[in-house]
């Protein structure tokens, strides 16, 4: 027998995966942005 129970519902994985990929949208659309506007030549590049 253990000292503690963790009891985890379903609404708070749904908050955490909600929160995950809000956070995984928002650091990966810059970027995207980004290098949708540039030629495929110069997005290709390595400088």
Known sequence: MSAFELRVD???VLVGFGGTLV???AAVVPAAWRLARL???AALSED
Do not use: D, G, K
Request: aromatic share 0%.
């Open 39 to 41: 030629p495929i030549a």
């Open 10 to 12: 379903p609404v708070a």
């Open 23 to 25: 956070l995984a949208v």
